[in-house]
């Protein structure tokens, strides 16, 4: 991998990792209710189903999953609902002066919360597939390049968790009660909003 793919494939690949969608969303409402390291440690959790993905979308079972419409609507119908579930759940969620603290879900349950979005997305195989053929040298042997890839992906995945988290942490000493349940309803209504928008979207 030359330096000039290099130079085109960080910030091209930045740009899809700071968008803001429901987990990096997640990791800045935990920031903000719970401090910087456990919303950097809650965003972990979409780790492990990206690697996975890359590593599908490199051995070429990726294309088999883009094209199979039976396979990729039960993916995205369960994701939306699980997406649509969770922000349910923070939208009803009492105000910080009823239970005495603000949501204080173990580390694990966060972190778990994140793995099971990131894995209820398969519009992510949908990037993948498309995005990291751009960056390869079909002349040289792939497995590499794409491990190359991918683990500069994840990299830059954990430094855009780190962002949120912290412009998250940044707001947490301005958060009083009432304030906090404002962001626990907008963050519930902005995945609620994301589980309908990627039900009723139609596949790349």
Known sequence: MTLATLALFIPACFALNIAPGPNNVLAFSSGARRGFFVGLAGGMGRMLPFAAMIGIVGVGLGAVLATSETA????????AAYLI????????????????????E????????????????????????????????LAQPLAPQYAALGGLFLGLECLAVALYA????????????????????????????????LALNERP
């Open 72 to 79: 990729f609507n039960m993916v995205k119908f369960a994701g």
């Open 85 to 104: 579930y969770v922000g349910w759940r923070m939208w009803r969620s009492a105000p910080m002066a009823e239970t005495g603290a603000p949501l204080d």
């Open 106 to 137: 173990p580390i694990a349950t966060l972190v778990r919360r994140d793995f099971l979005i990131a894995i209820g997305n398969p519009k992510a195989i949908a990037i993948f597939t498309a995005f990291f053929p751009q960056f390869t040298d």
């Open 166 to 197: 912290g412009f998250g942490a940044g707001f947490q000493s301005l958060l009083t009660p009432a304030r906090l349940h404002r962001l626990n309803r907008g963050v519930g209504g902005f995945l609620i909003f994301s589980g309908f928008a």
